[in-house]
């Protein structure tokens, strides 16, 4: 799945292209960034590990910032259709229900 995502960061709008891998759990989202703040923070690709119900931890979650930029990207994914179709097309996490 490929889509075109709208978020505010650090009250900046921002547009990123996101790329889901949803082939294995967890599942990557593949964020491909255009702002020049998030690419000189971060890089042009932030790479969010997911169960689709949460942001799983990650190695460089260390990095000043990004477990809030992942989150901030994940809840406006959250928000789109294409995050209820990916999710009713794939297998139920377990323990999830589907209010969640």
Known sequence: MQ???QFTYNN???ICEVLLD?????YYMFTLHTNPYIIAKY????????DLLKVLPKEDDYI???VEL???IFNAFTATTEYEQTRS???KVSGASAST
């Open 89 to 91: 097309r794939l297998p």
């Open 43 to 50: 890089s042009d690709e932030v790479v969010i590990k997911t």
């Open 3 to 5: 889509l075109h995502l």
């Open 64 to 66: 000043d910032g990004i």
């Open 22 to 26: 949803s082939s294995a759990l967890p």
């Open 70 to 72: 992942r989150q901030t």
């Open 12 to 14: 900046q709008p921002c």
